[in-house]
Every structure is written in C-alpha cells, then in structure tokens.
C-alpha cells in the first residue's frame, strides 16, 4: 500500500478549510450588510422625489420628438 506523502501543515482539508470557509463567508455577509446600512442611511437623509419627473408628463406623448423639450426643460437644461 502506498503511503500518503500529500500531507502538510497549510492544507484547506477537514476543520481548517471549514473555518477559513466560515471565516470568508462572514467575511462577505459583514461587507454586504454595512453597505446595506449605509446606503439605507444616505436614503433616508435624502428620500427620492418622484415629483421631480411626473409634475410635467402631462404633456408628453408616447411619439414625439417634443418630448425632448420637456425632459430638459424638468432637467434644467433650457
């Protein structure tokens, strides 16, 4: 029988690959979720405003070159 020479001290075989595994992926979820924190607190000091877009579209028809007028006139690019 062959004798196993594939052994080493740094090898992700058995416990020390599931930790450095769990360690990445808590890793990862720490990342995700402070992002997510972050950007939900950036929204609320600054909620999205839907007026900005929808207070003039009742002058815009579904075809028309005129409607370019409209969007830079809600843009402020007149």
Known sequence: MAENTNRGLF????????LIATAL????????E???????NAAIK???DPTIFTKDLDTVKM????????????WGKE
């Not at 992926?25 to 995700?32: A, E, K, N, V």
């Open 63 to 74: 075809i028309s070159k005129d409607n370019l007028k409209v969007m830079q006139k809600l």
């Open 25 to 32: 992926l808590l890793g990862i979820l720490f990342f995700l």
């Open 46 to 48: 600054k909620p999205y």
């Open 11 to 18: 090898k992700l075989n058995g416990i020390t690959g599931m």
């Open 34 to 40: 402070s992002n997510a924190i972050k950007i939900e």
